[in-house]
């Protein structure tokens, strides 16, 4: 079953923070995160497994509440680069297929 | 080091053909997965397929099928093409497991006219 992302889309100013929302019904293993720019392929940021942990590179990181079946990406002190569209693939474990969410529409202005 | 490279890059085919879409992988990844993203919408999981076997399959009809080579290359197969097959269809890598995160390719943006 799809994952849900909210919100849909997000406008921000430079400098800015964001966060973005991941919620599956289904017991999850794991959790991505990808990145995907108009007309580009969609870029890995990071994958979080069950446990809770919680990671991030540069301003952009992410935690996984497995109890909850949700997943937060964190988006701090935005830079125009971080413009494009976020989706989150969500995992069952058992070598199931990686299923994404509707994603979320970053816009960040100068 | 090369990334996932995708061929052809646009299609263009008439309802009822048949069109074929390649991918190869990053060396060293055994899985290739298939996505279907419709104008404006998300990834729709087509097809999983590692060391050769096809692994896990998503709700599309019977039409769009692949296979894996043993160069761990890849095809997808739509028979029968519907107007609505029209789409980007993305292939991704990956090393078997959990843990690690896919590679995408550029994608090949077919056309049903």
């Known amino acids: 079953q799809q994952p849900v992302q909210s919100p849909q889309a997000v406008i921000l100013r430079e400098g800015e923070d964001a966060v973005i929302n991941c919620s599956s019904s289904k017991a999850l293993y794991s959790v991505h995160w990808y990145r995907q720019k108009h007309g580009e392929a969609p870029v890995f940021l990071m994958i979080?497994?069950?446990?809770?942990e919680q990671k991030g590179h540069d301003k952009i990181s992410a935690s996984f509440n497995e109890k909850k079946q949700q997943s937060s990406l964190y988006l701090t002190a935005s830079q125009l680069s971080y413009s494009g569209t976020y989706f989150c693939g969500t995992s069952s474990g058992g070598y199931n297929k990686l299923i994404f969410g509707a994603g979320t529409r970053l816009a960040v202005h100068p | 080091e090369a990334g996932v490279t995708q061929s052809p890059t646009h299609l263009i085919k008439t309802r009822g053909q048949q069109a074929t879409l390649r991918c190869s992988p990053i060396s060293g990844h055994t899985s290739v997965y298939w996505y279907q993203q419709a104008l404006g919408l998300g990834l729709q999981f087509l097809l999983w397929?590692?060391?050769?076997?096809?692994?896990n399959r998503g709700n599309f009809p019977p039409r769009f099928s692949g296979r894996q080579f043993p160069n761990y290359s890849s095809e997808l197969n739509v028979n029968a093409l519907e107007l609505e097959d029209s789409a980007l269809y993305l292939c991704a890598s990956s090393l078997l497991g959990e843990t690690y995160g896919y590679t995408f390719g550029s994608g090949t943006r077919l056309t049903v006219v």
């Open positions: 397929y590692d060391e050769g076997e096809e692994r």
């Open positions: 979080l497994l069950k446990g809770g």
